[in-house]
């Protein structure tokens, strides 16, 4: 059978941690960022980590399993 091919939307938006967790970026941070507050656009600058329920779909992307 030939091999999984990796999902290339997904390996440019995740980035695998050393504990083998998921990070991701957060949304809402391209464009229209007039009225949003300092805060607000510090904080989505940050990285998340993924949810619980996305765990699978993810790895199923980026053929970690």
Sequence with gaps: MPKMKTNSGAKKRFVL???GKIKRK???KRHILTKKTNKQKRRLGH???ISKADVQNVKFLLCLK
């Design 17 to 19: 941690t050393g504990s």
């Design 47 to 49: 990285f998340a980590l």
């Design 26 to 28: 957060h949304a809402f």
